[in-house]
Every structure is written in structure tokens, then in C-alpha cells.
């Protein structure tokens, strides 16, 4: 059974920086895309960033391209998502997500495997 686990989130004041990790498990992803989603309330499910199991290339949303960073240690099979200079409008549930799809596919129906969420607040 696959599982991807999320931890990390919480609260950060406006400028702050906060780490989320994703330890997926429960199958190969060589040829997967994992990527981070983020939902507001109200609001619909919109692509933060991705990364390539295999040779790690990665795609931003314009929102967080040059503030938010996604990265992987495959020893420790994680998927990091280093936020920066962080905003109000980054507060939202943030969910790691994996699919067997190109990178610069940010369609969060296409994505087959999903973590249960993790809350991000920043306070302005």
C-alpha cells in the first residue's frame, strides 16, 4: 500500500521559513513526479512545486519560484519543500503528492497518491 507522510507545518510569522518533509513508501517511484500542493479554504487545490524521482529536475509555480525550494535525500527517501520568505498568502494545507507524470504537470487530478495534509498558518 502506498503512503505518503508529511510533517512540518505549523506557524511562521511573515518573512519566516519553514521546512516540510514527505517520506513516500509502498512502491518504486523512479518514474514518478512528487510533487507539494497546496488548498486554501475556498479555495481550489493549486501546484506549489515538483521534483523528479530520477535526476531530481524541479518546477515551480510562479507564485514561489525564487522563495520556496524542493529538493531530495534519497538515502533518507524524503522530499523537502524549504519555504522562504514566507507570506500571508502561502497560509493554506499543504500536501504531497505522486504521480506517474511529466514534471511540468500541475493538474492535481493527474497525481495518483496523496499525504494526508499538513497545515501551514502564516501570520502577518
Known amino acids: 500500500q502506498v503512503h505518503l507522510v508529511e510533517s512540518g507545518g505549523g506557524l511562521v510569522q511573515a518573512g519566516g521559513s519553514l521546512t516540510l518533509s514527505c517520506v513516500p513508501s509502498?512502491?518504486?517511484?523512479?518514474?514518478?513526479?512528487i510533487c507539494w500542493f497546496r488548498q486554501a479554504p475556498g479555495k481550489e487545490r493549486e501546484f506549489v512545486a515538483g521534483?523528479?524521482?530520477?535526476?531530481?529536475?524541479?518546477y515551480y509555480a510562479d507564485s514561489v519560484k525564487g522563495r520556496f525550494t524542493i529538493s531530495k535525500n534519497n538515502a533518507k527517501n524524503t522530499v523537502y519543500l524549504q519555504m522562504n520568505i514566507m507570506k500571508s498568502e502561502d497560509t493554506a494545507i499543504y500536501y504531497c503528492?505522486?504521480?506517474?507524470?511529466?514534471?511540468?504537470?500541475?493538474?492535481?487530478?493527474?497525481?495518483?497518491?496523496w499525504g494526508q495534509g499538513t497545515q501551514v498558518t502564516v501570520s502577518s
Open positions: 503528492a505522486a504521480g506517474n507524470v511529466i514534471l511540468t504537470n500541475t493538474y492535481y487530478k493527474d497525481y495518483d497518491y
Open positions: 521534483i523528479s524521482w530520477i535526476g531530481s529536475s524541479t
Open positions: 509502498g512502491r518504486t517511484f523512479s518514474r514518478y513526479t
